[in-house]
C-alpha cells in the first residue's frame, strides 16, 4: 500500500513539474520575438560600464548597449550546470575580446535569478567571470522572460531604432564556443 501511495504521489507531482515546464516554454520570448524591456542597473565599476559603453548612473535598457549583438545569460550561482558552463562563458568572452572585428560589436552579460548581488559577487569571484553580472533577487527580470530553466542563453540583436530582435534562445550549454560564436555570426549576418 505504502508503494502505491508513493508511485501516485511521484506520478501526479510529475505531471506539475511537466505543466510549468510546458507554460515557460510558451512564455519564453521566442527566436525572432523581442526581448523584455528589462532594466538593469548602471554598474558601479568603470571597467564593466566602459565595456557597455553606456553613461548615465540609474538603469540602462539591453538596447542602449553599444553593440550589434548582446548575449544574456541567464544563471543561479546554485545551479550545478551555470557553475559547470562558466568556464566556456569565460572563454567565449576571452575569442570575443581577442577579435578586433567583433570586440566592439559583440557584448555579453549575465542575470543571476534569484541571486543577491553578494551571490552575483560570489559568483564572479568563484569563477573569475570578466563580464558584467546582474542581481535578479526579485527574480522580476526571471520571470518576464519565461521562468526559463538555467543556464539559458539568449543573443539579442540590438536594432538602430532601440528595438532589438532574439537570433538565439536555449536553454543549456553553450558546448564548444568557437562553434557558438561562428554559429551566431553566421545566422547574424554580423560582418
Same mark, same amino acid.
Given at each position: 500500500?505504502?508503494?502505491?501511495?508513493?508511485?501516485?504521489?511521484?506520478?501526479?507531482?510529475?505531471?506539475?513539474?511537466?505543466?510549468?515546464?510546458?507554460?515557460?516554454?510558451?512564455?519564453?520570448?521566442?527566436?525572432?520575438?523581442?526581448?523584455?524591456?528589462?532594466?538593469?542597473?548602471?554598474?558601479?565599476?568603470?571597467?564593466?560600464?566602459?565595456?557597455?559603453?553606456?553613461?548615465? =548612473? &540609474?538603469?540602462? +535598457? %539591453?538596447?542602449? !548597449?553599444? *553593440?550589434?549583438?548582446?548575449?544574456? @545569460? $541567464?544563471?543561479?550561482?546554485?545551479?550545478?550546470?551555470?557553475?559547470?558552463?562558466?568556464?566556456?562563458?569565460?572563454?567565449?568572452?576571452?575569442?570575443?575580446?581577442?577579435?578586433?572585428?567583433? =570586440? &566592439?560589436?559583440? +557584448? %555579453?552579460?549575465? !542575470?543571476? *535569478?534569484?541571486?543577491?548581488?553578494? @551571490? $552575483?559577487?560570489?559568483?564572479?569571484?568563484?569563477?573569475?567571470?570578466?563580464?558584467?553580472?546582474?542581481?535578479?533577487?526579485?527574480?522580476?527580470?526571471?520571470?518576464?522572460?519565461?521562468?526559463?530553466?538555467?543556464?539559458?542563453?539568449?543573443?539579442?540583436?540590438?536594432?538602430?531604432?532601440?528595438?532589438?530582435? $532574439?537570433?538565439?534562445?536555449?536553454?543549456?550549454?553553450?558546448?564548444?564556443?568557437?562553434?557558438?560564436?561562428?554559429?551566431?555570426?553566421?545566422?547574424?549576418?554580423?560582418?
Amino acid at each position: 500500500m505504502r508503494c502505491k501511495i508513493i508511485f501516485l504521489l511521484t506520478f501526479f507531482l510529475s505531471f506539475a513539474f511537466l505543466d510549468r515546464n510546458v507554460h515557460a516554454a510558451e512564455s519564453t520570448p521566442p527566436k525572432g520575438g523581442d526581448f523584455p524591456e528589462i532594466s538593469l542597473p548602471v554598474p558601479q565599476k568603470a571597467a564593466e560600464k566602459e565595456y557597455l559603453v553606456l553613461s548615465g =548612473k &540609474d538603469s540602462f +535598457k %539591453i538596447s542602449q !548597449i553599444k *553593440a550589434d549583438l548582446v548575449i544574456v @545569460e $541567464i544563471f543561479s550561482m546554485y545551479c550545478p550546470y551555470c557553475q559547470k558552463e562558466a568556464p566556456n562563458v569565460n572563454e567565449l568572452y576571452q575569442i570575443i575580446n581577442k577579435r578586433a572585428d567583433i =570586440k &566592439d560589436r559583440i +557584448k %555579453i552579460i549575465g !542575470i543571476g *535569478a534569484g541571486n543577491t548581488p553578494f @551571490e $552575483i559577487d560570489v559568483f564572479r569571484d568563484q569563477y573569475n567571470i570578466q563580464f558584467p553580472l546582474f542581481s535578479d533577487e526579485s527574480f522580476s527580470i526571471h520571470k518576464s522572460v519565461g521562468e526559463v530553466r538555467t543556464p539559458y542563453f539568449f543573443v539579442i540583436k540590438v536594432n538602430s531604432a532601440g528595438s532589438n530582435n $532574439i537570433v538565439y534562445s536555449k536553454v543549456g550549454s553553450i558546448q564548444d564556443p568557437e562553434q557558438f560564436l561562428g554559429m551566431i555570426i553566421k545566422e547574424t549576418g554580423l560582418k
